[in-house]
């Protein structure tokens, strides 16, 4: 079975401070997909990245980084310079990849991050 | 327009009213998606349509009755609801279930039950 843990329940850090939010997975398949999603207060769940498991290229987008490595069953998600506006719960998950039935997510219980000015 | 819209955000009820859930999606999608999300418990899928046909129901309880007219609205039922129904309702749409797609999720309807 798969499972997704994000040990992290919350974190707290002052602003300009870099973040790094972990998530390690549990599968058996070879073929799967990781995403992180942000949820900010105002309860929308906002999709960030998706990652295949062939592909263990880091990702850079602004502020944001992910590091997947495969050898530990981890993509963890650092956010560089943190902002007020990056307070909200992340939810790391995991899915299936191939056809029908596969679309079900296994999310993490999520990270709450509060970043003080 | 934004991917996936959901009204009402915010709904209370009482145990014995009768209200619906309505979600649309601007994204050509053909699956959405009912989760619910309640206080410290992870995301739990409710149900799931794909070209307007039920594919899934995650046993939720009768009280819950969906509604898909068509594949870009989605609807939840709702009556006869228990305090313990109090969540936020989010829906969700991706491209269809063929394959493994991105699930693209509305703001939530928060709903508290009187």
């Known amino acids: 079975a798969q499972k997704v843990t994000q040990a992290q329940t919350e974190i707290s850090v002052v602003e300009k401070e870099d973040v790094t939010l972990d998530c390690v997975y549990e599968t058996r398949d070879t073929t799967y997909y990781l995403f992180w999603y942000k949820q900010p207060p105002s309860g929308e769940l906002v999709f960030l990245i998706r990652r295949n498991s062939f592909d263990e290229q880091n990702e850079i987008s602004g502020r944001y980084s992910w590091n997947f490595q495969k050898s530990t069953s981890s993509f963890n998600f650092t956010i560089t310079a943190s902002q007020v506006v990056d307070s909200a719960v992340y939810f790391c998950a995991f899915q299936r990849a191939g056809m029908g039935g596969t679309y079900k997510y296994i999310f993490g219980t999520g990270t709450r991050l509060k970043v003080l000015a | 327009e934004t991917g996936v819209t959901q009204t009402p955000r915010h709904l209370v009820m009482g145990m014995t009213n009768k209200k619906s859930l309505k979600c649309e999606q601007h994204l050509g999608h053909n699956a959405m998606y009912w989760y619910k999300q309640s206080a410290k418990k992870p995301l739990e899928l409710m149900f799931v349509?794909?070209?307007?046909?039920?594919?899934e129901n995650n046993s939720v309880p009768s009280r819950f009755s969906p509604e898909c007219p068509n594949s870009s609205h989605l609807f939840l039922h709702l009556h006869t609801l228990q305090p313990e129904d109090s969540a936020l309702y989010l829906c969700a749409s991706s491209q269809d279930l063929a394959g493994t797609y991105t699930q693209y999720f509305g703001p939530g309807t928060r709903l508290t039950v009187l």
């Open positions: 349509y794909n070209f307007k046909e039920q594919t």
